[in-house]
């Protein structure tokens, strides 16, 4: 009986670290000073409020009304993260419609280094915030403070559909989510809809926030018009996608 306890214990442990992000990723918690809904976050390349132009709907889960927000840094090369879109509460996430453009957020850029990410627009249809087929992509981005805009144009084949943005290695830029609950402003972040997917994939898990019984959410907007739909493009590298940011 105490044998088979321990065993586990043991399974527990190695199946949480085996699924908990990398050691090296460390948080510190800071003011955002710019409103991270306003336009004077995003002095290049995209300003937000301007970009929030879907026809049909913009979705976003974060909510920044404490005035804090969590900075994640020490990310690895391949190391990613992203949120799903979906469900009833986001009807226009649907076959009938298309992804218009994917706002995502970075700070502690170092432009022009070489610290750069990879952007993606990936399904998820049966719901368990894990990537099943690529939809769209962004590759060697060099970033911009804050918000940066990917013109998808793509086709949304179910009714769900994942942000996703991978590290390239170096020590920026640094990804962010909404900062600690604060009473009457900030709800419960519940269901889960950030994940993190390890290094090149290697894993799907909720993403656990700070402290671990709150998961916060990433800053990511979805913008969706409909009706219709073309095919997505790939871009593959940060020329050929430059002209898409403002």
């Known amino acids: 009986m105490i044998r088979r306890a321990i065993v586990m214990v043991l399974s ?3 199946l949480a670290t085996s ?16 409103n991270p809904d306003g336009p004077a976050g995003a002095p290049a ?3 937000l409020n301007a970009n929030r132009d879907g026809n049909c709907a913009n979705y976003k889960w974060y909510n920044a009304c404490a005035g804090y927000i969590w900075i994640f840094n020490g990310w690895v090369a391949g190391e990613g993260v992203g949120v799903r879109f979906g469900g009833p ?23 022009s280094y070489g610290q750069t990410v990879d952007l993606f627009l990936d399904a998820d249809c049966d719901g368990d915030g ?6 769209g ?21 179910c009714d ?16 962010a989510t909404d900062g600690p609950f604060k009473t009457g402003c900030d709800p ?18 909720p993403w656990v926030g700070v402290p671990a019984t709150d998961p916060d959410d990433f800053f990511m907007w979805l913008i969706v018009d409909s009706p219709g739909c073309v095919e997505s493009s790939v871009n593959s590298s940060w020329g050929a996608v430059k002209g898409l940011y403002e």
């Open 12 to 14: 527990m442990i190695l």
């Open 19 to 34: 699924t908990a992000p990398a050691f090296a990723i460390e948080s510190f918690m800071m003011f955002e000073a710019a």
């Open 45 to 47: 390349p995209c300003r």
């Open 89 to 111: 509460s986001q009807p226009c996430v649907n076959s009938s419609t298309r992804v218009k453009r994917g706002i995502y957020y970075f700070r502690n850029i170092v432009p």
């Open 130 to 135: 894990c990537p099943e087929g690529n939809l």
């Open 137 to 157: 992509a962004a590759l060697n981005v060099d970033p911009g403070l804050r918000w940066n805009c990917i013109d998808y144009g793509a086709c949304i084949p």
């Open 160 to 175: 769900g559909v994942i942000l996703r943005q991978l590290h390239d290695g170096g020590v920026a830029p640094t990804f």
């Open 188 to 205: 419960a972040h519940m269901p889960t809809h950030s994940y993190y997917y390890g290094i090149d994939g290697s894993t799907c898990v």
